[in-house]
């Protein structure tokens, strides 16, 4: 079964300042990828998405994350964070092929200070 | 438009005994999913339901584990004879596709205490 690392527990940060969060995932095939966002006291929403084409995908709020196939790897990036970006962030994989589940990283929470 | 409901939002109960938790997903949607949601554990894949489809209990932690999805929309998850590390927050989630190519809709959760 394919599994998702997130590398990062808890990120602090100062607005403003640039973001990366790790992503790698396990499996070998062609994967859909994805990050999804859960702010606080709020339930789980859909940040972005990569199917195919463009590896650069663009998502909500300015956020943006790159898939790098020989990496194994779906980073998300954020030029300048918002204290509003204070949330938890998960890295999700499911197969392109079969009926298999969507799996989720452990989620890295990100703490933006003023 | 109304989405995944989720009941109780909140159950406390003594250790060894029985909860049922209820996911009402968005109507339509074919896919349901149960996840546990844990401090440092992240979101913990639980059973997945996609249409007709036996469902992929893979990832049911132990036998006291179960869940049912009746007529294709309503799931209930059962935990028999509770244990203190089944506290968590359990979370339904559901999707047109198996979120295989559509985002999953998250309900806001039950949050079982174990006493």
């Known amino acids: 079964a394919q599994s998702v690392s997130q590398h990062n527990h808890h990120v602090i940060l100062s607005e403003a300042a640039s973001l990366e969060l790790g992503c790698n995932y396990s499996y070998g095939g062609t994967v859909n990828l994805f990050w999804y966002v859960q702010y606080p006291g709020q339930h789980l929403q859909l940040l972005l998405k990569?199917?195919?084409?463009?590896?650069l995908v663009k998502g909500i709020k300015g956020f943006e994350a790159e898939f790098i196939k020989s990496k194994f790897s779906f980073n998300l990036r954020k030029p300048s964070v918002q204290w509003s970006d204070t949330a938890e962030y998960f890295c999700a994989v499911i197969r392109n092929s079969g009926n298999t589940p969507l799996v989720f990283g452990k989620g890295t929470r990100l703490s933006v200070i003023a | 438009g109304a989405g995944v409901s989720q009941s109780p939002s909140n159950k406390v109960t003594e250790k060894g005994k029985d909860v049922e938790l209820r996911c009402d997903p968005i109507?339509?949607?074919?896919?349901l999913y149960w996840y546990r949601q844990s401090l440092g554990q992240g979101l913990e894949f639980l059973i997945y339901?996609?249409?007709?489809?036996?469902?992929?209990k893979s990832g049911l932690p132990s036998d006291r584990f179960s869940a049912e999805r009746t007529g294709g929309s309503v799931s209930t998850l059962t935990i028999q004879r509770t244990q203190q590390e089944d506290s968590a927050v359990y979370l339904c989630a559901s999707s047109s596709s198996g979120g295989y190519n559509s985002p999953l809709h998250f309900g806001n959760g039950t949050r079982l205490t174990v006493t």
């Open positions: 990569y199917f195919s084409g463009d590896p």
């Open positions: 339901f996609q249409g007709n489809s036996a469902p992929d």
């Open positions: 109507s339509g949607h074919t896919a």
